[in-house]
Structures are given as structure tokens and as C-alpha cells.
């Protein structure tokens, strides 16, 4: 059974803190991961992607990937209340196509 | 460049009914996965086309099923609408031999069944 975990959070940092999101997943046969960003009653938008040991940054944000432990994180620096939304950890494996994705990190940024 | 788009936006139907939703993958992406998600939880895989045919299914009944069309749209029918099945319904376009597989998400239909 292929399982994604994520904090459900609610996340609070304050305005220009770093936000720290984190998501372990079940099964050592993965392949790519990525970071979804979903405001509310809006559809899940892709923020980063990752496919190997390491970190990988984009603008205010650094995705770190850990295939030994089994986890991947999202940093968002100089956080600012638009990045206030859920994000959405997603893995897929080297057997299939689909993703398999984690319930989701609220996270609030507060003025 | 046109991105994934979905319809309908809303639909309200009522349990044993049956319903159609549709999709058009992004430009130049040949795959489409649906995903339904419920309130407060991450999506959940269907099943997904490619060549106009089912590649692989998620954990759901045969009441869901799907078709794609040569220009790589695809259609999402439910029978027997139970009022689980209300949620936000998404699909997912990417190109099969792109080796991250990104796949990019349209903007849902919200399915109420009462």
C-alpha cells in the first residue's frame, strides 16, 4: 500500500518567516516527487517537482528530498500571506503513471 | 497556450442519477488522469487514458468510467450517484514520455448530489 503523510496542520508563521513544510511517503520505489500549492475551492497548482537526492530551488522556494529516509520537504522563504493555502504533497512511483497524494498542509501566513 | 480545462464548473444531481463530466488536456499533453477530491483530503486517483484507452484504475467502482477521444479529451461518466460521490472532480494532463510526468491539473467540477 503506497501512502503519502503530511502534517494537516494548521501551519502558522508570520509574514517574511521561512515556512516549512514536510511529507513522508511508504514505498522505497519512487520516482518523482512534487509540491502542489491549492487555495481554497481552487484546483491544486504545480509548484515544484523533484527527482533526485538533494535540494532544488525555485524563487522563494527549495524542495529537499531524502529517498533513504523517505521524505521530502518544501521550504518557502520570505513567506507572504498570499502563500497562505493548503500544499499538497504528491509522489509517483516507477510501477504506473498516477499519483498518489497526502491530505494536504494548511498553511496561514499572518500579516 | 491553452491549459486544462474542465465542465462543467458545478453540476447538482440527485442520487441514482447519472452524470458526464468532460476534459481537454493542455496543448501538446496526450495523457489524462481524473482524480476525485473530497472536502479537507488530498485527491484521489480514478483512473487514467492514454491512446484512448484505460492504462490504470484506481480503487473505485465500476460505476466510474471513462472514455478518450482521438484528440486526446476525455469523459468521465458515474452512474447510480450515491451522495459520496459529491466532491470536487479533477483532471490531470501530462505527455506519457516526459520522465518527471508532471501533470497539470484543470479547475474542477464541483459535483453536489442530494
Known amino acids: 500500500q503506497k501512502e503519502v503523510e503530511q502534517n494537516s496542520g494548521p501551519l502558522s508563521v508570520p509574514e517574511g518567516a521561512i515556512a516549512s513544510l514536510n511529507c513522508t511517503y511508504s514505498?522505497?520505489?519512487?520516482?518523482?516527487f512534487f509540491w502542489y500549492r491549492q487555495y481554497s475551492g481552487k484546483s491544486p497548482e504545480l509548484i515544484m517537482s523533484?527527482?533526485?537526492?538533494g535540494d532544488k530551488e525555485d524563487g522563494r522556494f527549495t524542495a529537499q528530498l531524502n529517498k533513504a529516509s523517505q521524505y521530502v520537504s518544501l521550504l518557502i522563504r520570505d513567506s507572504q500571506p498570499s502563500d497562505s493555502a493548503t500544499y499538497l504533497c504528491?509522489?509517483?512511483?516507477?510501477?504506473?503513471?498516477?499519483?498518489?497524494f497526502g491530505p494536504g498542509t494548511r498553511l496561514s501566513v499572518l500579516p | 497556450d491553452a491549459g486544462v480545462t474542465q465542465s462543467p464548473t458545478h453540476l447538482i444531481k440527485t442520487r441514482g442519477q447519472q452524470v458526464t463530466l468532460r476534459c481537454s488536456p493542455k496543448?501538446?499533453?496526450?495523457?489524462v488522469s481524473w482524480y476525485q477530491q473530497a472536502l479537507g483530503q488530498g485527491p484521489q486517483f480514478i483512473f487514467q487514458?492514454?491512446?484512448?484507452?484505460?492504462?490504470q484504475r484506481g480503487n473505485f467502482p465500476d460505476r466510474f468510467s471513462g472514455h478518450q477521444f482521438p484528440n486526446y479529451s476525455s469523459e468521465l461518466n458515474v452512474n447510480a450517484l450515491l451522495l459520496g460521490d459529491s466532491a470536487l472532480y479533477l483532471c490531470?494532463?501530462?505527455?506519457?514520455?516526459?520522465?518527471?510526468?508532471?501533470?497539470?491539473f484543470g479547475p474542477g467540477t464541483r459535483l453536489t448530489v442530494t
Open positions: 514505498d522505497r520505489g519512487s520516482q518523482s
Open positions: 490531470a494532463s501530462s505527455y506519457l514520455r516526459d520522465r518527471g510526468g508532471e501533470q497539470y
Open positions: 504528491a509522489v509517483k512511483w516507477n510501477y504506473g503513471q498516477n499519483f498518489v
Open positions: 523533484i527527482y533526485s537526492n
Open positions: 496543448s501538446g499533453h496526450d495523457t
Open positions: 487514458y492514454y491512446e484512448e484507452e484505460e492504462r
